[in-house]
T-cell receptor, first 115, second 108 residues
Framework: DTAVSQTPKYLVTQMGNDKSIKCEQNLGHDTMYWYKQDSKKFLKIMFS???????INETVPNRFSPKSPDKAHLNLHINSLELGDSAVYFC??????????????FGDGTRLSIL | DAKTTQPPSMDCAEGRAANLPCNHSTISGNEYVYWYRQIHSQGPQYIIHGLKNNETNEMASLIITEDRKSSTLILPHATLRDTAVYYC?????????FGDGTTLTVKP
């Protein structure tokens, strides 16, 4: 069983469109994350949610809006897509946002390409 | 979060131990050292973590210096499938800041 699953795996769309990426974890974790990995392979955190509440927002444009309907899901909606949004987006989860002892488990990524 | 410094690349012969160093000279007392790796086109994979004691699991060993300013990840018997980018991260709370990592190439 896949622990952290993201859909779609590939997303190709035109500039200006609105798109969503979905993430689900079946690990029973209470914290979920979105990371962006650009063409230089630099992996940067975007958002973190703990029990459906936003706890990290790393100066991401407000075109990006995360939504957590329950603690097992964290979706990412992107409005008015721009060329610079092309990247691989990774979802992750961990057990405890305050504790240091719990590692993050990552999904396989969504490869977003803007034409 | 404290910054980490890793060599950009390393090679290792198959079957030999791979020792990956990491400097974290500004680490604070409550920050843990985590290691992840990313195999091409996959999501980062957790390897091991520690605070100040050395740690070992089925994948690797983590050696942390007494002053905690550096650490070494040891893959005892590297295989071709261990070729990946290895990230050393110091972390407090939920935020993990990934650096550039070390690209380890295991050669036959």
């Amino acid at each position: 069983d896949t622990a952290v699953s993201q859909t779609p795996k590939y997303l190709v769309t035109q500039m200006g469109n609105d798109k969503s990426i979905k993430c689900e974890q079946n690990l029973g974790h209470d914290t979920m994350y979105w990371y962006k990995q650009d063409s230089k392979k630099f992996l940067k955190i975007m958002f973190s949610y703990n029990n459906k509440e936003l706890i990290i927002n790393e100066t991401v444009p407000n075109r990006f809006s995360p939504k957590s309907p329950d603690k097992a899901h964290l979706n990412l909606h992107i409005n008015s897509l721009e060329l610079g949004d092309s990247a691989v987006y990774f979802c992750a989860s961990s057990q405890d946002s305050k504790g240091n002892k719990q590692p993050q488990h990552f999904g396989d990524g969504t490869r977003l390409s803007i034409l | 979060d404290a910054k980490t410094t890793q060599p950009p690349s390393m090679d290792c012969a198959e079957g030999r131990a791979a020792n990956l160093p990491c400097n974290h000279s500004t680490i604070s007392g409550n920050e843990y050292v985590y290691w992840y790796r990313q195999i091409h086109s996959q999501g980062p994979q957790y390897i091991i973590h520690g605070l100040k004691n050395n740690e070992t699991n089925e994948m690797a060993s983590l050696i942390i210096t007494e002053d905690r300013k550096s650490s070494t990840l040891i893959l005892p018997h590297a295989t071709l499938r261990d070729t990946a980018v290895y990230y050393c991260i110091v972390r407090v709370g939920s935020k993990s800041t990934f650096g550039d990592g070390t690209t380890l190439t295991v050669k036959p």
